[in-house]
């Protein structure tokens, strides 16, 4: 995810990074300047008598203001899954140092301390990956015995949050934590889940196919028709405002598609990275704490 200043407009402004959408579009507009400029070219030859010409500016005016309606709801769909996303992580966050807390306070061995100490980032950052392409077990602080048997599982953060609820009700079984404590733990661990579930549920979940190509067809005839509009009233210039209303409409769609799927490691996706690392840092932190 990339970090800003928003009060920097000049910055902002000018700057040119790699997802900006003229970077990605820039073969696109060249491909709809040089057809509208060519169909410009037949329409002030051979079509300038045909009136009804004249009358298509109204015309498009109002399927632009159609287009503008679809483009926000794609896009507010789009930064929904963004921000639910977040909220979701942002829950991974207060649960692992809630758990974390729990278990510093109550568990007194050592092993016990290190074991969770280790499997609460661990879920963490199997849950980052496992939202992606798949778990980077260099990633992990696994035993060889712990490797071996989450490598072969195909749904890494379930493995992992089953062992940890294992070892918890070994305690329970143990006397180490009493029934009151073990159902207050078994709500974090709820939680994990549950909020991994939502990810996937937005990972999943794609918009409509039927909406999407319907979207993208509306909007590639509505601008390679838009000189018949304006050629009249700009002559040549037409072929411009073509391109450019090209560039408009189609970098909304462009960043809608970026951030709809957000865990992955686009520029505009969420910072899983950093948030694991912060996890892993707080856990640690609280586990070595003594006070």
């Not at 399927?63 to 789009?78: D, E, H, K, M, Q």
Request: proline share 3%; hydrophobic share 45%; aromatic share 14%.
């Amino acid at each position: 995810m990339i970090k800003y200043n928003p009060k920097n407009w000049y910055r902002l402004i000018f700057a040119l990074h790699k997802s900006d959408t003229l970077r990605i579009l820039w073969k696109e507009m060249l491909y709809i300047a040089a057809f509208s400029t060519a169909l410009t070219y037949v329409v002030l030859e051979y079509g300038s008598h045909i009136e009804i010409l004249d009358r298509l500016t109204a015309v498009y005016s109002l399927v632009g203001f159609v287009i503008s309606l679809l483009l926000v709801f794609r896009t507010n769909t789009a930064y929904d899954r963004w921000w639910e996303g977040r909220k979701k992580w942002g829950c991974f966050v207060n649960d692992s140092r809630n758990f974390a807390i729990k278990l510093s306070a109550l568990l007194k061995d050592e092993e016990e301390r290190a074991y969770f100490k280790r499997m609460i980032p661990n879920f963490i950052f199997a849950a980052k990956e496992h939202l992606r392409e798949g778990v980077h077990f260099e990633e992990l602080n696994l035993t060889e015995e712990e490797l071996k048997v989450l490598s072969q599982k195909d749904h890494v953060p379930n493995a992992i949050t089953r062992r940890m609820y294992a070892r918890i009700v070994a305690l329970k079984q143990a006397g180490k934590i009493t029934e009151e404590e073990f159902i207050i733990l078994d709500k974090n661990m709820n939680s994990f889940l549950d909020q991994l579930g939502g990810c996937e549920r937005i990972k999943n979940t794609p918009i409509p196919f039927s909406y999407m190509m319907f979207l993208k067809k509306f909007i590639i005839m509505y601008i390679t028709t838009l000189p018949l509009a304006f050629v009249s009233v700009f002559g040549y210039y037409a072929a411009l405002i073509s391109t450019f209303v090209f560039y408009v409409l189609v970098s909304m769609e462009v960043l809608a598609e970026e951030i709809e799927d957000p865990f992955g490691t686009d520029d505009n996706d969420l910072p899983t990275e950093g948030l694991s690392v912060k996890i892993r840092d707080n856990v640690e932190e609280i586990f070595d704490d003594r006070d």
